[in-house]
C-alpha cells in the first residue's frame, strides 16, 4: 500500500509538471490547416474503386479469423501498411500465437510456475511483433526523411523547367528509390485512376504520419488556392527540412550517452537476476512463492518503470 500511494503521489505531480504536450498541439493545427484545404469532391465513388482495386488479393481464413480476435484491427492494418511490407493481420496473428505457444511452453519445461511461463509467454507473443513491426516503421521514416528533400529539389527543378507538378511527381517516383520512390509512384498511381493530386497527396500523408510530408501537402493546398510561385516555395521547404533534419541528428548525438547509460542501467537488474536463474533456479523461485519477496519485486519494477520514464522523457525533444 505505501508502495501504491507513492507512485499515484508521483504519477500526480509527473502529470502537474508536464504541461501541454506540443506533439498534440502542433498536431491539432496541421489538422486544422489540412480540414480547410481538403478536397472532397467525388470521394465516395473513389474511395468505393479504390476498395475494389486494394481487395483483389482474397483474404485468407487465417486473416479473417485473425481481425475478430486482435484488438482494434484496423489500426494494426494501418501499423503493417505503413511498414511498406506484404504483411497482413493473419501473419501477424500467427507470428504472434507461435511466439507464445513456443515461449510459454519451453519455459514451462525449463521448470518456470505455470503462471510465470504463460506471463512471459504473453509479454514476448504480444511485444516482440509490436516492438519489430514499430522499428521497423521507425527505419522507413528515417530512410524517407532523408530523401525527402532530394525529392522536393526534384520537384523545383522540374517545375522550373515548365513541367506540371503532377508530371513531375511521376517523375520524382519513377527517378527516386527507395520509401520515397514508392509513396510517389502510388501518388501518381492514384491521379491515373481519377484521385485529384490534393487527396492523393492527403491519404500518403495520413498513412506516413510525418510532420515533413505534411508540411509538403500544406504547402501544396495553399498555393493551389492563393497562387505564387510553387517552385520558390518548394525550395525552401526543402532547405527547412534539411535544418531540421540536422538538429534532429545533434540532439541524437547529445543524448546517446545518456541514453546507454539509461539502457545499461535497467537492464542490469534483469540480466543478474536471469543468471542467478540458471545458476541456482530453486533461490529464485522464492521470489515466486514468498509473499514478501513478491512484493519487494513488485515494488522494484515500479520504481523502475518511474525511473525509466523519467529517463525518456529526460532525452526526449520535440523539434
Not at 47 to 60: G, H, K
Not at 167 to 175: K, L, P, Q, S
Not at 246 to 263: D, F, V
Request: no cysteine; charged share 20%.
Amino acid at each position: 500500500m505505501v508502495t501504491l500511494g507513492a507512485f499515484a503521489v508521483l504519477a500526480l505531480v509527473l502529470f502537474a509538471f508536464a504541461g501541454p504536450s506540443t506533439a498534440r498541439a502542433s498536431a491539432r493545427r496541421l489538422t486544422a490547416v489540412r480540414d480547410r484545404h481538403a478536397t472532397v469532391a467525388n470521394g465516395g465513388l473513389m474511395d468505393a474503386q479504390l476498395r475494389r482495386i486494394s481487395n483483389r488479393r482474397q483474404t485468407t481464413t487465417f486473416d479473417r479469423a485473425a481481425t475478430r480476435l486482435l484488438p482494434n484491427p484496423a489500426e494494426l492494418q494501418k501499423r503493417l501498411a505503413m511498414t511498406g511490407k506484404s504483411w497482413t493481420v493473419g501473419q501477424y496473428g500467427m507470428v504472434t500465437l507461435g511466439l507464445f505457444v513456443v515461449i510459454g511452453v519451453g519455459l514451462w519445461l525449463r521448470g518456470l510456475p505455470l503462471l510465470l511461463a504463460l506471463l512471459l509467454g504473453v509479454f514476448v507473443g504480444a511485444g516482440l511483433p509490436h516492438y519489430w513491426v514499430g522499428k521497423t516503421i521507425k527505419a522507413r521514416i528515417a530512410k524517407f526523411n532523408t530523401k525527402f528533400p532530394d525529392a522536393i529539389e526534384l520537384l523545383v527543378r522540374g517545375l522550373r523547367s515548365g513541367l506540371p507538378i503532377t508530371e513531375t511527381i511521376a517523375v520524382v517516383g519513377a527517378e527516386l528509390d527507395g520509401p520515397v520512390g514508392e509513396e510517389f509512384r502510388s501518388v501518381a498511381d492514384k491521379m491515373k485512376i481519377g484521385r485529384t493530386m490534393d487527396v492523393a497527396l492527403q491519404e500518403t500523408a495520413d498513412r506516413l504520419g510525418t510532420p515533413e510530408f505534411q508540411f509538403f501537402v500544406i504547402t501544396i493546398a495553399i498555393q493551389r488556392e492563393t497562387g505564387g510561385n510553387l517552385a520558390e516555395t518548394l525550395a525552401n521547404l526543402a532547405d527547412v527540412l534539411r535544418k531540421r533534419m540536422q538538429m534532429k541528428l545533434k540532439i541524437r548525438a547529445m543524448s546517446s550517452e545518456s541514453k546507454a547509460s539509461a539502457y545499461i542501467v535497467g537492464s542490469l537488474p534483469f540480466i543478474v537476476f536471469g543468471m542467478i536463474w540458471f545458476i541456482n533456479a530453486s533461490y529464485m523461485q522464492n521470489f515466486f512463492i514468498d509473499e514478501r519477496l513478491m512484493i519487494a519485486g513488485g515494488g522494484g519494477l515500479v520504481w523502475m518503470s518511474i525511473g525509466g520514464f523519467i529517463m525518456a522523457k529526460m532525452v526526449d525533444f520535440e523539434i
